[in-house]
Structures are given as C-alpha cells and as structure tokens.
C-alpha cells in the first residue's frame, strides 16, 4: 500500500551484511530485485512526498554492514580486510544515522578501515552511532555517542543513540561496553536530561534482538530520569532493532516500541507515529526490497522510480561486481541445499559441508600423525542455501562469509571426540559466550540444527583422531578439550592447517567451497548474471 505519514517516519534497513546487490537466487517471494540504489532511490521519493505533508523521513541504518557477501569478503583475499570495497559504496547512500554491528567488530583490520583510511566513520559527520563501542586503548567511542535528527519540514528533533549488545568476543582494538553500565554513565544521563526538553522523540539504533533484555535496560535508564524531567516518563522512544535476521515488532511501554526488519537487504522497514497520541500508535510496515512492491508504496511507476542518486549508486554496486568478478559462474548444481535443513536430509547443507567438501578440500592432506581427521564446526559457520542452476563467485561468499582458518588438536581417543562434541552440543552449559552461532542459528532453526555438527561420519570410540575445528570456533572447542582432558587451556596442543595464504594449499572455511563446486558440479555452459 502507499506509505502513511505521521509526526516521526523512520524508513530502516538492518543487518544488511554486504547484501547491497540485488538477489539473483529465487530466496524470497515476491523476488528481491532491489540493491542498494533503488533503496536510495525510494527513501528520496518517501522525503519528497513527506515534505508535502509538511514532516519528514529519517532514514537509518542498524549495522552489520560487513560479512556476507563477495561486495565484502573478496577483499580477505586481495586486501586482507572485509568490507575494504563495500565502505565506500555504503557511504554513497542518504542516511540520516548508522550504527554498528558485532560483525563489523570481528577484525582489527576491518575496524582500522572503517575508523582510518577508508574514511567511512569520519564521513558521516557525526552520525555515525557507537554509544557503547569504544577504542581498547584511548577509550573514546570508535564513532559519536549521539546526534539530534532534525526535521527540515516538520522542525522535529530526535535524540539518537546507537548500541550494540554487550558482545565480549570483539577484536582487541575495541571494547563493546555493556549496556546495562553506559545508561549509567555521567555523559549518557546528561545526553538524555539536557535534550529532553528540546526533542519530541528519542530514537535508539539497538544492533540486538527486538526483545533482548538491553532494550528494557537502555529504555529503563531513559525513564528513570523522569524524577529529573517528568517528560520523560512519557517522550517517545523508539528502539530500532536487528541482528537476529527476522522481522517483528512489540510494545515496550505505551510510549515506546522496539522494531526489527528483517536482513540481507530483503526489507525496507517502515515505522511511524504521532507524537501526541495518547498512548502512542505505532504504525509499521515490512516493505519487501522489490521494484514492483516498492513503486506502490512511493506512489511511483517504473518510468518515474528512479532517481540520479540511485542510478549511480548502482552503478558503481554493478561496477564493483564485475571488477571482483562476482558473477564468475563456477558450478552448476543439480538440487538445491539448505543452510537450515535436519542433518541427515537430503538437502542438508551441513551434510555436504562435513562430508563432502570438507573432506576434499580440507581434510585431503595428511598431518603426518597417522591419525584420522575429524571436524567439528558450529553451525553459524553457514549463512545461505544452495539453488540448482549457476553457482556464482558470490555464492561462495554468502554460504560462508567468514574465511576463518583451520587448526587441529592431534591424539585425541574417540572416546574423548565423543565427550567434547556432547559439550558443545549442550545448550545449557555456561562454558560458552558464543555470539556468533546462536543469532546465525536463531530460535526457529534450533529445533533442526544442533549448536555443532561433526563429520566426516561417525567417530570410532577404539580410533585416534586429530580433531579439526576453524579459528572462531577454537576458544569453545579448546575450553571443551581443556576439561575433557583435564588441563589448562593452555596446555591443549593446538596446531595450524594450511593458514599461510601465500601458500597454494591455503585452505579457510570460505576458499574451500570455491576450490570444489567446480568439480562437484561441473557446466555445460556458463551464464554470468
């Protein structure tokens, strides 16, 4: 439908991870047709015909902007950052404020390019949020604590954080603070006090879950201060949300509500309310990232869509494309496989990662030990399906994003294979923080995915393994090994496999689909997107 306009119109995109192209597989219904210039494109239509209404758009983005796709992980293997020709396409779109996401945090060298040569955080001019994401060695916040989103037509004003959840599992050139200790800070509650009265609403871009436990954390330290200002007990609060990849809405108070919208660009999200209602109404929409659905809710036509900003930034998207060569076909598989499928099926991705390509690109030469490999991988380590048809460079990126390396723990017994697998299977332990894995296996796949999975085949309790695991996995795989065995972390023997990327074995999580889908599904002939 048309877009309905209020006193504050938020449009959203979150936890876009790179995926700035437009879809080329049949993922999603209506087809996902749009890329990062028609999204331009569309929030320029929303801002003019908002201005005809007198009131405005204020377009934010809520991170994650980095591992997921070829436009962000190529450039592992030609520049050693993620994200190195992703920056400066995204710094080409109209946002009003951004915020930043635990996988944007995973690199040193990605932080260093975002914060550094890049120039990407410095060039939005303050408006890009990290209220609680600081710097390990100065302390000072990596971007800006805050801003104050000004309406051009309407004269509104927001005061906007951007937070992160409490992520313990950064790289070491930054601390993500815990939320619950920054609402307390001295500068947070003067932030919120000596705006206040100047504001009609405060926005809070929140990298976590809709219902995470730290929007009722910051929306509590927000409120509290009301003993201090007593409007705000009742100013609007909005809290954009993400980072677990679904769309979902709820109402934190009668003033304030939390809203997530979807990822991998396949959502335009739409949150709008009155400020003076009495509670508040909150009016959202999930507006799906397709030419057609989109030219309906800007009351445009395909003739009158697209604008010059959104043309070149696709431009340049189809550019970068061609130049990393994204859309180099390098296998035609026969069925489809999917990253969320029961281990077992049929078209269970993780089957044919364990047992088929892992096998031949990882585990296909020896360690000398006259042991037998084993692997063991979380099951946030795969992000995408597989479609029958042409398989692209891309792909190779979006099933596996993360280029994480091997290693190995020679000598182990089955038996104590068997033991440390049952520990990381166990949801309930308290051993393990691991941020990645539980969000890139959310609530709905638990039921299908265990925390690990394991391969190739089954382990022999009476056969001695060397056990393989790749780098994001180790802490959790090293600490399961440690109590097993009953040492310290430390003492765990810990082996690098094929990790030299000069070398022409190298071999990472991401590579080695790319060194296999040819031979597994060979082309008659290849057609580029």
Known sequence: NPVRFNDINIAVVTDAHSWISKHVHPDHTPSLDADYGTIASSVLHLKSLASQSNTDVFFVNNGDHTEGSGLSDASVYT?????????????????????????????????????????????????????????????????????????????????????LYHQTDACPSVIVKDPADVVKEDWFVSAVLDNADGVDAIVVLSHMDKDDENVGIILDGIRRLKEQNDKLESIPIQFITGHTHYRGWNKKDDYSSSFEAGHYL?????????????????????????????????????????????????????????????????????????????????????DLYMNTIIPASVLDESTGTGNVPYHLSSTGTLRYDIYPGNFYYDDVFAIAPFANTFLYTPNLTGEQVLRVFKSLLDLSTTLFEDTRTIPLAPTNLLSTLPRYVGGPSFVDPFVTYDLFFNDYDQPYVVKAIAIELGVDEGDVEVVGWRDDMESDNYVDTTICWAKKVGELWPCDAAVEV
Not at 105 to 118: E, P
Not at 318 to 336: I, M, R, Y
């Open 79 to 163: 520049e050693g950052i993620h994200g190195y020709d992703l920056f400066p396409l995204i710094g080409m779109m109209p946002f009003d404020a951004l915020t930043i996401g635990n996988h944007d945090l995973y690199d040193d060298s990605t932080v260093g390019w975002m914060k550094g040569a890049s120039g990407f955080i410095d060039g939005w001019g303050g408006r890009y949020l990290t209220s609680n994401t600081v710097n390990s060695t100065t302390g000072e916040e990596v971007g800006e604590r805050y801003t104050i989103m000004k309406g051009e037509n309407s004269g509104v004003s927001i005061l906007t954080f951007g937070f």
């Open 266 to 350: 396949d959502t335009l999200g739409w949150i709008s309310f009155n400020i003076t209602d009495e509670p508040i109404w909150f009016d959202f929409e999930y507006v799906d990232a397709n030419r057609e659905v989109l030219y309906d809710f800007t009351s445009t036509t395909s003739e009158t869509f697209d604008t010059d900003l959104g043309l070149s930034i696709s431009a340049a998207i189809t550019e970068t494309v061609n130049s990393l060569n994204l859309a180099e076909v390098l296998g035609c598989p026969d069925q489809g496989y999917s990253y969320q499928a029961g281990i077992g099926t049929d078209d269970s991705l993780y």
